[in-house]
């Protein structure tokens, strides 16, 4: 976890996991989106392979870049302790209270027009 966090914190890296995101890419075109070096972009590329969070492969003389966002699920778990839950999680949780409320209600009810009927049909 400690390796994709620290291969997460540079700017540019993130910049090549979010390319990468859409498919694959060689080092030369990772490196022309880019206005820093050829060699410092490999450096970038280097941090993200040794951090498991890309994978290369040779195809002739090009390497393409691949995505591995697996490596990403122990810090997202990680993270997610500091995040409450969503806005949606409220909404179900409100909109559950709202059907078992409503259920209950209509058995009420209906166990009252039940014993109505019941007492109506005794005094006839």
Do not use: C
């Not at 910049?15 to 995101?21: H, N, T």
């Not at 949606?88 to 209270?97: G, I, K, M, P, V």
């Not at 009420?108 to 109505?116: R, V």
Request: aromatic letters at 6%.
């Amino acid at each position: 976890m400690d390796e994709v966090a620290g291969a997460i914190a540079d700017q540019v890296r993130r910049q090549i996991l979010v390319m990468l995101k859409d498919g694959q890419l060689s080092a030369g075109e990772i490196a022309e989106r880019f206005s820093i070096s050829r060699p410092a972009v490999s450096r970038h590329l280097r941090v993200l392979r040794q951090s498991g969070l890309v994978r290369a492969e040779l195809v002739g003389r090009q390497r393409l870049y691949t995505l591995d966002a697996e490596q990403f699920t122990e810090l997202a778990g990680w993270l997610a302790q500091f995040l409450g839950p969503s806005g949606w999680e409220h909404r179900f949780d409100a909109l559950e209270t709202e059907v078992y409320r409503t259920r209950r209600e209509r058995r009420t009810n209906s166990a009252k027009t039940s014993s109505e009927t019941d007492s109506k049909g005794e005094t006839a």
